[in-house]
């Protein structure tokens, strides 16, 4: 939950670069909280009303982490917008958010393994 916190507490800052490991604890826990919303909404026989709130709250944190971890892989923060292409943008989003991220600093900041 740590990582998880940290994508959330961060979720204005554009600048800087993000772990691996703080990306995909916030990526897994959004997919496991999404999934347990969806099977509450089933079985209160509500219409995606959960789903949607959720998904709107995370909207903003989901592109600061991704931006950020883009930004630890050298890449402009840009890259995020892969998000807006649905199923290619989602595999490219995955191809990289799993690549090690750049040794020592690069142009946006120090490796956030070294803090």
Do not use: C
Not at 19 to 25: A, I, P, V
Not at 27 to 55: H, K, P, Q, R, W
Not at 81 to 100: N, S
């Amino acid at each position: 939950m740590k990582y998880y916190n940290k994508a959330l507490s961060n979720y204005v800052n554009f600048k800087g670069r993000a772990r691996r490991r703080e990306f995909w604890h916030f990526f897994l826990a959004n997919f496991i909280a999404y999934l347990v919303l969806s099977v509450v909404e089933v079985e209160l026989g509500i219409a995606y009303y959960l789903t949607t709130a959720f998904l709107v709250f995370i909207f903003i944190p989901t592109i600061s982490v991704t931006v950020r971890r883009f930004h630890d892989l050298g890449k402009s923060g840009k890259w995020a917008l892969l998000y807006f292409l649905f199923i290619i943008g989602a595999v490219m989003i995955m191809y990289y958010t799993v690549q090690d991220g750049d040794e020592g600093p690069n142009k946006y900041g120090e490796s956030p393994k070294a803090q």
